[in-house]
T-cell receptor, first 113, second 115 residues
């Protein structure tokens, strides 16, 4: 079993829809949770960064972390064609000498105009 | 542009050749990471530096791979005797680790194709 599981999609939605992207994880030591957006043939771009449980909102994006269920979500409101990309979840845990960060495989999102 | 810069963006090489990639992190960042990403997968950790010290290397980093960060600024990743399985996107990221903050920012990557 992978430490971080993410449905690869693809997920196709009409413009204006609310998008829900999710990851589950197995390591309860993860404390830091990130969402990255990656356009084709580009590097990942950090969207949201959350420490521990709770919600964080930034514009059209809301990140949720439920540590009791080992489940994190990213919601995109009023989705736009420019949101079409691969969304990667990532999570980090402290370990001796630093941090361990694991990425999900990414979910491909298509927003149709 | 004050982001993470990687060069070259693309590299095609013949099997058995050596290649070297360069990463220039965000200037005030003290930590630099190398990742490898293959199609349909998330980035996989290879190694990281705290200033000029290489603190951790993944099991993915075989003896043919070596990374340096000589003055705690830019870093190079060298792959010797390349194999077709080395074909991937090589990503560099940097972060300023202060207290609990571990946000990492990625460069655009170097896409390596071994033929």
């Amino acid at each position: 079993q992978k430490e971080v599981e993410q449905d690869p999609g693809p997920l196709s939605v009409p413009e204006g829809a609310i998008v829900s992207l999710n990851c589950t994880y197995s390591n309860s030591a993860f404390q830091y949770f990130m969402w990255y957006r990656q356009y084709s043939r580009k590097g990942p771009e950090l969207l949201m960064y959350t420490y521990s449980s709770g919600n964080k909102e930034d514009g059209r994006f809301t990140a949720q972390v439920d540590k009791s269920s080992k489940y994190i979500s990213l919601f995109i409101r009023d989705s736009q064609p420019s949101d079409s990309a691969t969304y990667l979840c990532a999570m980090s845990a402290r370990k001796t000498g630093g941090f361990k960060t694991i990425f999900g495989a990414g979910t491909r999102l298509f927003v149709k105009a | 542009d004050t982001g993470v810069s990687q060069n070259p963006r693309h590299k095609i090489t013949k099997r058995g050749q050596n290649v070297t990639f360069r990463c220039d992190p965000i200037s005030e960042h003290n930590r630099l990471y190398w990742y490898r990403q293959t199609l349909g997968q998330g980035p996989e950790f290879l190694t990281y530096f705290q200033n000029e010290a290489q603190l951790e290397k993944s099991r993915l980093l075989s003896d043919r791979f070596s990374a340096e960060r000589p003055k705690g600024s830019f870093s190079t990743l060298e792959i010797q005797r390349t194999e077709q399985g080395d074909s991937a996107m090589y990503l560099c990221a940097s972060s300023l680790v202060v207290g609990m903050n571990t946000e990492a920012f990625f460069g655009q990557g170097t896409r390596l194709t071994v033929v």
